[in-house]
């Protein structure tokens, strides 16, 4: 009897102790500031930031995400084989589906560990939290004997917002990188920036990848439903991560992202964690930017001009480069412009006229008809002793090679082929010893092998060699500026007069805050409709936006009230004004 009645006494305490346990974590729970734990227990565990916002984490991954009472994100978080959503990615054949295992040990205040044994993998992930930062660390182990995983995917948890969210949110079906592969990756020209954010009327999450390195990465949020009438018109979005970097046979590979959820809604704050993440893995910016004003000319015509008396189809007059007197034309008309105005100096395209195995604007750039070289050292001497530069157009990521007889054909060049380097770094620093310190990188700047062939070049090339890129992602602009197209568009019905420059002004204003001194230049390419009296000059619109305008020689009438409007900007070495204003 008295054995009993200990065992009823030692159970009503066990309960006692349990049911104040509760209690506490359920005060915690409703404190708003509590900023460490809210819950440890064995099943799972709850971590409220001091702005309220509310995490659990249990054996499915992370679960729930509550702000306010109301639910933010619920589901999970677990790995799967992506290659099947990228075209030529890999077999497929490392199985993730069948579940064997699900577990989580709460490893301290601010740290769970959920192990997930599912086909051949074993993946094992620490949700570690701090402030208003999640992050996702999963060490992800391939059981196949044969086969390396080569895409990784980690996806289950689904967001609902008070409204259709808005920000930097990757969105595409499933279809499209099955057609286009594993480019359309950050960095690439779809996905130009690796961080991602969204907001709703309340709430902000910034998603970045964390120490991937030199990797192809995209977070996406695809639709909860895929209906023309649903998609973006309603508030529910599933997150997704990839990250293109192999976990060979038998072997292991830890991958990692940062979540920030905030009531601070600013793109900036939400981002925090990618600029973090950009600028370990990237770093600054390596050339020095000069932001004044830059001259442009086409130099060479067509096919159609090609002729006994103009064997290489030159434009005429001060374009024809094969002839000393078309030298001197050019330089006489433009130097002193550049100078009056405190222009850079001049980019030329097609500066070997028009090739006739075609393959414009050549990748052989540095290849000169014999007269055009003549006549060079002319123009180099001239630009250099008027203090000003001189730019050419080249093609560093492809290659000519002969596609028949009479024509060629463009291939990629391999980035990590050093014969392949070589040659392109010798192609550049033949120009650099033609007096050449601007280039225009055609057809180049939104790839990863492009960044890979950029860091390489500018190693080489040093920092007071100006390059501008035709196509930009985010990481390419520590290496090299950028060029872009502009349009104005004329007042339409809900619309407003304006300039859209093709890279995307919402873009630029994220390079610049991710990458510090970086450089965008842009010309205006096309006027559709009519510009208003009074509206602002396409040149005020550059430098508002710390664009560097790029003025064609054919319309260098511009130059007079471009120089009004770069003195405001501008110092006189190029430098941007802390207070723009007049000198």
């Known amino acids: 009897m008295s054995r009993l009645l200990s065992g009823v006494i030692r159970r009503r305490l066990l309960l006692t102790t349990t049911m104040s346990l509760l209690a506490l974590n359920a005060s915690a729970a409703e404190d708003s500031s509590a900023s460490a734990i809210d819950g440890m227990q064995a099943n799972s565990l709850l971590y409220r930031t001091d702005k309220g916002v509310l995490f659990q984490v249990t054996a499915e991954g992370l679960s729930l995400i509550q702000v306010a009472g109301r639910d933010l994100a619920r589901g999970g978080w677990t790995v799967f084989n992506a290659e099947p959503w990228f075209k030529d990615s890999g077999s497929g054949r490392v199985d993730t589906k069948p579940w064997r295992e699900k577990s989580i040990a709460v490893v301290g205040q601010r740290q769970a560990r959920v192990r997930h044994v599912q086909g051949d993998i074993t993946c094992l992930t620490d949700y570690t939290f701090a402030g208003e930062d999640l992050l996702i660390s999963a060490r992800v182990e391939n059981e196949h004997a044969e086969e390396p995983l080569n895409v990784v995917g980690f996806s289950g948890l689904e967001f609902k917002f008070d409204r259709p969210p808005t920000g930097l949110m990757m969105v595409q079906h499933i279809s499209y990188f099955q057609a286009h592969g594993v480019g359309l990756c950050h960095p690439g020209h779809w996905s130009r920036i690796g961080g991602s954010y969204a907001v709703d009327g309340s709430i902000g999450v910034g998603l970045s990848p964390w120490k991937t390195g030199w990797n192809r990465t995209l977070l996406l949020w695809d639709y909860a439903d895929w209906n023309p009438d649903k998609r973006e018109n309603i508030p529910q979005r599933r997150v997704m991560y990839f990250v293109v970097a192999p976990v060979p046979a038998r072997g292991a590979r830890t991958f990692e992202m940062k979540m920030r959820v905030s009531p601070d809604r600013d793109w900036k704050h939400l981002l925090e964690p990618y600029r973090e993440h950009f600028q370990v893995t990237f770093g600054p910016v390596r050339y020095k930017a000069d932001s004044r004003w830059i001259a442009t000319d086409y130099l060479n015509h ?26 001197q034309e050019f330089c006489d ?95 550049f620093q033949n120009m650099v010893e033609k007096g050449c310190s601007l280039f225009y990188l055609d057809s180049f700047g939104n790839d990863l092998e492009h960044v890979k062939l950029m860091r390489l070049l500018r190693d080489k090339l040093g920092p007071d060699v100006l390059t501008l890129a035709e196509h930009q992602c985010d990481a390419i602009l520590p290496y090299s500026g950028g060029y872009s197209e502009t349009t104005f568009h004329a007042a339409k019905p809900g619309q407003e007069p304006g300039y859209r420059i093709w890279s995307g002004l919402d873009n630029w204003e994220i390079y610049r805050w991710l990458v510090p001194g970086a450089q965008l230049a842009a010309r205006l390419y096309q006027i559709e409709g009519k510009i208003p009296e009074g509206f602002q000059t396409a040149d005020e619109f550059f430098y508002r936006n710390r664009v560097t305008p790029l003025l064609p020689v054919s319309d260098i009438q511009r130059a007079g009230s471009l120089e009004g409007a770069q003195l405001r900007y501008l110092d006189g070495l190029g430098n941007w004004k802390s207070t723009p204003g007049t000198p």
């Open 333 to 427: 008309r433009l130097i002193p412009v550049l100078k009056r105005a405190n222009g850079q100096g001049v980019i030329v395209w097609g500066q070997g006229g028009d090739d006739p195995r075609g393959a414009m604007y050549r990748p052989d750039f540095d290849v000169l008809p014999p007269e055009v070289e003549a006549n060079w050292t002319t123009l180099a001497q001239r630009f250099r002793e008027a203090g000003l530069k001189i730019g050419v157009t080249t093609r560093p990521a492809d290659m000519a090679v002969r596609l028949d007889w009479k024509s060629d054909q463009v291939i990629s060049i391999n980035a990590g082929d050093p014969g392949h380097q070589v040659m392109l770094v010798r192609r």
């Open 302 to 327: 067509s096919q159609q001009a090609v002729s006994p008396s103009n064997p290489y189809g030159f434009h005429g007059g001060a374009r024809r480069f094969d002839q000393p007197e078309g030298v």
